[in-house]
């Protein structure tokens, strides 16, 4: 297994959670908004580019370990 | 503090990746090299950053925002002098001894390079070593999470000891070190918007600067104490860590940082487990550059913490009784003795404050990172931020567990109880060491829980046993006439030599006989802090085994030549790099990583 697969999956579900529950939890107190946006839905945008880069760069060139018994 | 569903979901998801993570590795680990070293296949980015994250663990989020918040900026020597220096050192001219030699820990490197006594100490030490580290990691993850979130102590332990044990004992170290990358970007995830937040809110950096100078002259010291790193490092009373810049560079610079970084197996296991000589070389290269930003994710929140204006709207549960006492009117004042968001220390049983022997309110800094991710983050990202709390202090566990299974199973078992048996013999003992060391570490949590002197007993025995330990390498790698008589002896003395000197001196403020020294009857100087002291028994340990094992060394037969080939620098080729781009190649990177390490002292300065 590439370990860009499984850091990739977690991020993007982190960060679809985040953005969803961020949309959905609207303004906050001031101190936990940025701009228009609460910080979720910030972060949430920022884990899921991650880790759909992370997915795609797994799929275009994947690299696994090598057991040595299979070398 | 009360979280929501989505926080539980994100700590749930994380857990069920983890183990995730262990089954499907689990069919990767055939043979023992699988287990322990994961068959010397993984590349240098991956193997730099596990090198970092499986130092990350409990002492460094927690604890250097704790620092943070009581020390300031000067918190950053133990990234800029403290480990950086030394990380480039192994890199360049250790790693090609570690990874050269085929040895499969540092304890048989010693057995290599030296003789079966040096190893049997070594191993022996380290082993117990990581199996109590680990179960003080539990311990402390459990407290906070009880003073966080009112869990159950025996839960927080149980739940992270049974999943750190599945995905360990499945996948061996490739699993410890793809957790250990996961943690890695989940930690800079959860802090950077945490340091966005707490800077916005100060008014930036000039707000902080602005506050740091102020908390500093209410503390008693110049106005820039807390915001420069070496201007104030002359006089150990002009600095909050009261050390002076000798005893900074020499016994934390060199001594004990070159002991960590260069001879612990926990950390040099990462780079043994890279796909070539240039990865494991560039293993801990690749990992400075993140270590050297570390402190504006780990220290940073703990300066801002001590800085932040306003007060938490929710407290630790330790605190609530207080507040409620403090309302009726019954309780001490401690509502002054805040600084910032950091509150004051609170005995759990009695709800009342610690008060120090000056007089004044103790304030628990320890709280100083947990505090800020309470207060700045809404739920959802807190379930994330108390999430790359938790992985760090996991990955931590895992690290430990890791070096421990294969330090028992190649350096004690294969060495002393079972010399033949088959690779698939030594790959069950692995595993079966994995549970073992799982179950000690638990049952030294409790101890923990319980006893916490006997703790503090071990980890000051602990720290007299690495001190000298840097002495022994650099002479062995770098000095073919050192022999294995020389360094055993060299070793013993120079723990001998920090017990004599912790036993002989003080801290300021502290009395003779218990942990804090002064047990050997006479005190012959006082520190002023205790983290000077340290500082200076670690030196006198590396001189004492440094002088000794040369003396010993010169008195006794030394090995042929022939035999030292790969193990000792004058006798072994330099590392080819023919052909490889130059930004692979160590040397380069160095030079890149210690220009950036002076130009970051310098900002700070």
Same mark, same amino acid.
């Given at each position: 297994? @590439?370990?860009?697969?499984?850091? #990739?999956?977690?991020?993007?579900?982190?960060?679809?959670?985040?953005?969803?529950?961020?949309?959905?939890? !609207?303004?906050?107190?001031?101190?936990?908004?940025?701009?228009?946006?609460?910080?979720?839905?910030? @972060?949430?945008?920022?884990?899921?580019?991650?880790?759909?880069?992370?997915?795609?760069?797994?799929?275009?060139?994947?690299?696994?370990?090598?057991?040595?018994?299979?070398? | *503090?009360?979280?929501?569903?989505? @926080?539980?979901?994100?700590?749930?998801?994380?857990?069920?990746?983890?183990?995730?993570?262990?089954?499907?590795?689990?069919?990767?680990?055939?043979?023992?090299?699988?287990?322990?070293?994961?068959?010397?296949?993984?590349?240098?980015?991956?193997?730099?950053?596990?090198?970092?994250?499986?130092?990350?663990?409990?002492?460094?989020?927690?604890?250097?925002?704790?620092?943070?918040?009581?020390?300031?900026?000067?918190?950053?020597?133990?990234?800029?002098?403290?480990?950086?220096?030394? *990380?480039?050192?192994?890199?360049?001219?250790?790693?090609?001894?570690?990874?050269?030699?085929?040895?499969?820990?540092?304890?048989?490197?010693?057995?290599?390079?030296? /003789?079966?006594?040096?190893?049997?100490?070594?191993?022996?030490?380290?082993?117990?070593?990581?199996?109590?580290?680990?179960?003080?990691? *539990?311990?402390?993850?459990?407290?906070?999470?009880?003073?966080?979130?009112?869990?159950?102590?025996?839960?927080?332990?149980?739940?992270?000891?049974?999943?750190?044990?599945?995905?360990?004992?499945?996948?061996?170290?490739?699993?410890?070190?793809?957790?250990?990358?996961?943690?890695?970007?989940?930690?800079?995830?959860?802090?950077?918007?945490?340091?966005?937040?707490?800077?916005?809110?100060?008014?930036?950096? #000039?707000?902080?600067?602005?506050?740091?100078?102020?908390?500093?002259?209410?503390?008693?010291?110049?106005? !820039?104490?807390?915001?420069?790193?070496?201007?104030?490092?002359?006089?150990?009373?002009?600095?909050?860590?009261?050390?002076?810049?000798?005893?900074?560079?020499?016994?934390?610079?060199?001594?004990?940082?070159?002991?960590?970084?260069?001879?612990?197996?926990?950390?040099?296991?990462?780079?043994?487990?890279?796909?070539?000589?240039?990865?494991?070389?560039?293993?801990?290269?690749?990992?400075?550059?993140?270590?050297?930003?570390?402190?504006?994710?780990?220290?940073?929140? #703990?300066?801002?913490?001590?800085?932040?204006?306003?007060?938490?709207?929710?407290?630790?549960?330790?605190?609530?009784?207080?507040?409620?006492?403090?309302?009726?009117?019954? !309780?001490?004042?401690?509502?002054?003795?805040?600084?910032?968001?950091?509150?004051?220390?609170?005995? /759990?049983?009695?709800?009342?404050?610690?008060?120090?022997?000056?007089?004044?309110?103790?304030? /628990?800094?320890?709280?100083?990172?947990?505090?800020?991710?309470?207060?700045?983050?809404?739920?959802?990202?807190?379930?994330?931020?108390?999430?790359?709390?938790?992985?760090?202090?996991?990955?931590?566990?895992?690290?430990?567990?890791?070096?421990?299974?294969?330090?028992?199973?190649?350096?004690?078992?294969?060495?002393?109880?079972?010399?033949?048996?088959?690779?698939?013999?030594?790959?069950?003992?692995?595993?079966?060491?994995?549970?073992?060391?799982?179950?000690?570490?638990?049952?030294?949590?409790?101890?923990?829980?319980?006893?916490?002197?006997?703790?503090?007993?071990?980890?000051?025995?602990?720290?007299?046993?690495?001190?000298?330990?840097?002495?022994?390498?650099?002479?062995?790698?770098?000095?073919?006439?050192?022999?294995?008589?020389?360094?055993?002896?060299?070793?013993?003395?120079?723990?001998?030599?920090?017990?004599?000197?912790?036993?002989?001196?003080?801290?300021? !403020?502290?009395?003779? #006989?218990?942990?804090?020294?002064?047990?050997?009857?006479?005190?012959?100087?006082?520190?002023?802090?205790?983290?000077?002291?340290?500082?200076?028994?670690?030196?006198?340990?590396?001189?004492?085994?440094?002088?000794?094992?040369?003396?010993?060394?010169?008195?006794?037969?030394?090995?042929?030549?022939?035999?030292?080939?790969?193990?000792?620098?004058?006798?072994?080729?330099?590392?080819?790099?023919?052909?490889?781009?130059?930004?692979?190649?160590?040397?380069?990177?160095?030079?890149?990583?210690?220009?950036?390490?002076?130009?970051?002292?310098?900002?700070?300065?």
């Amino acid at each position: 297994m @590439d370990i860009r697969v499984p850091v #990739g999956a977690i991020f993007s579900i982190y960060g679809v959670l985040l953005i969803v529950w961020g949309f959905a939890s !609207g303004d906050l107190d001031a101190r936990h908004m940025i701009g228009p946006l609460n910080v979720n839905v910030w @972060d949430g945008i920022g884990m899921l580019a991650f880790g759909v880069i992370l997915l795609l760069l797994a799929r275009r060139s994947p690299r696994a370990p090598r057991s040595t018994m299979d070398q | *503090m009360q979280l929501q569903w989505i @926080d539980y979901l994100i700590i749930v998801i994380y857990f069920g990746f983890v183990i995730g993570i262990g089954f499907v590795l689990k069919n990767f680990a055939k043979t023992s090299t699988d287990f322990f070293l994961s068959g010397r296949s993984i590349p240098a980015w991956i193997t730099g950053l596990a090198f970092i994250s499986a130092n990350l663990g409990a002492q460094e989020v927690i604890g250097m925002g704790a620092s943070g918040a009581k020390y300031g900026i000067a918190t950053s020597h133990f990234y800029w002098v403290g480990a950086i220096p030394a *990380m480039i050192f192994v890199g360049l001219f250790m790693m090609p001894f570690y990874y050269g030699s085929r040895a499969r820990s540092v304890p048989e490197y010693l057995k290599l390079r030296f /003789d079966e006594k040096t190893r049997g100490l070594n191993a022996i030490s380290f082993a117990a070593m990581t199996v109590f580290s680990s179960g003080v990691s *539990m311990y402390a993850m459990g407290k906070l999470l009880q003073l966080l979130l009112g869990w159950d102590f025996n839960f927080s332990v149980v739940i992270s000891a049974g999943i750190v044990l599945v995905y360990t004992y499945l996948g061996g170290l490739t699993s410890a070190i793809y957790n250990e990358v996961l943690q890695f970007f989940l930690i800079v995830a959860g802090f950077v918007p945490l340091v966005f937040l707490g800077l916005r809110d100060v008014g930036g950096a #000039g707000g902080l600067y602005a506050r740091l100078a102020q908390v500093s002259t209410e503390r008693g010291f110049e106005a !820039g104490a807390l915001s420069h790193s070496w201007r104030y490092m002359g006089d150990p009373s002009q600095n909050p860590m009261g050390v002076e810049a000798f005893g900074l560079v020499m016994g934390l610079g060199f001594v004990l940082s070159f002991g960590y970084w260069c001879t612990d197996f926990l950390v040099v296991q990462r780079a043994m487990a890279a796909d070539s000589m240039n990865a494991a070389r560039r293993t801990p290269l690749i990992a400075a550059f993140p270590k050297m930003l570390f402190p504006f994710l780990v220290i940073l929140p #703990g300066m801002l913490a001590i800085s932040a204006t306003s007060r938490p709207t929710v407290l630790p549960t330790h605190l609530q009784c207080t507040a409620a006492e403090t309302a009726a009117g019954t !309780g001490p004042t401690v509502q002054n003795s805040w600084e910032g968001l950091v509150p004051p220390k609170v005995d /759990d049983r009695t709800c009342q404050p610690v008060v120090g022997t000056d007089g004044r309110v103790q304030v /628990d800094y320890d709280l100083a990172t947990p505090m800020m991710l309470m207060h700045y983050f809404p739920s959802g990202i807190l379930g994330l931020g108390l999430c790359a709390l938790m992985a760090s202090f996991m990955s931590g566990m895992a690290g430990n567990t890791t070096a421990f299974n294969t330090v028992w199973t190649y350096d004690i078992y294969q060495a002393y109880i079972n010399r033949n048996a088959s690779d698939q013999h030594y790959l069950r003992m692995g595993r079966a060491a994995t549970v073992f060391g799982i179950l000690i570490s638990v049952a030294a949590a409790y101890v923990a829980q319980r006893f916490n002197n006997i703790m503090d007993l071990l980890q000051l025995v602990f720290a007299f046993v690495n001190a000298p330990l840097f002495a022994t390498f650099m002479l062995g790698m770098f000095w073919k006439r050192t022999t294995g008589h020389g360094a055993f002896a060299g070793l013993l003395s120079g723990t001998l030599a920090a017990a004599a000197h912790h036993g002989l001196t003080l801290p300021a !403020g502290a009395v003779a #006989g218990g942990f804090k020294g002064g047990y050997l009857g006479s005190v012959l100087h006082v520190y002023p802090s205790e983290m000077a002291q340290n500082f200076w028994t670690a030196i006198a340990a590396w001189t004492t085994c440094f002088l000794v094992t040369i003396v010993v060394s010169l008195a006794t037969r030394p090995r042929p030549e022939a035999e030292l080939r790969g193990l000792v620098y004058s006798l072994t080729p330099r590392p080819k790099e023919e052909g490889i781009p130059l930004y692979r190649q160590p040397g380069p990177l160095a030079i890149v990583v210690l220009l950036a390490t002076v130009v970051l002292n310098i900002i700070f300065w």
